[in-house]
Nanobody, 119 residues
Framework: QVRLVESGGGLVQAGDSLRLSCAAS????????MAWFRQAPGKEREFVAH????????FYADSVKGRFTISRDNAKNTMHLQVNTLKVEDTGVYYC????????????WGQGTQVTVSS
């Protein structure tokens, strides 16, 4: 059974930083593209960033480019999202997701971790 478990969220002030983590089990981790999505209150879930299975390529949404960094540790089956210079509009539930190929839908999702940024 595949499990993705996010952690690291919290209540912070604008300008602060956080490091989100996603621990994966039940899958051959280095074969999967891993991604972060987020959902703000009253809005649809949106893509944040993804990283290839080997970790050699990353892609970011324009809204987070330059502030967020996605990374993975295949030896530990974990993925991280370093979030810097947080803005109030970064508030939301952050989800990790996994898929086997680039042009496929995401197969697995975590339960999410809440990030709340106050002004």
């Amino acid at each position: 059974q595949v499990r993705l478990v996010e952690s690291g969220g919290g209540l912070v002030q604008a300008g602060d930083s956080l490091r989100l983590s996603c621990a994966a089990s039940g899958l051959t981790f280095n074969r999967y593209i891993m991604a972060w999505f987020r959902q703000a209150p009253g809005k649809e879930r949106e893509f944040v960033a993804h990283i290839t299975g080997s970790g050699d390529a990353t892609f970011y949404a324009d809204s987070v480019k330059g502030r967020f960094t996605i990374s993975r540790d295949n030896a530990k089956n974990t993925m991280h999202l370093q979030v810097n210079t947080l803005k109030v509009e970064d508030t939301g539930v952050y989800y990790c997701a996994a898929k086997i190929a680039l042009f496929q839908k995401y197969d697995y999702w975590g339960q999410g971790t809440q990030v709340t940024v106050s002004s």
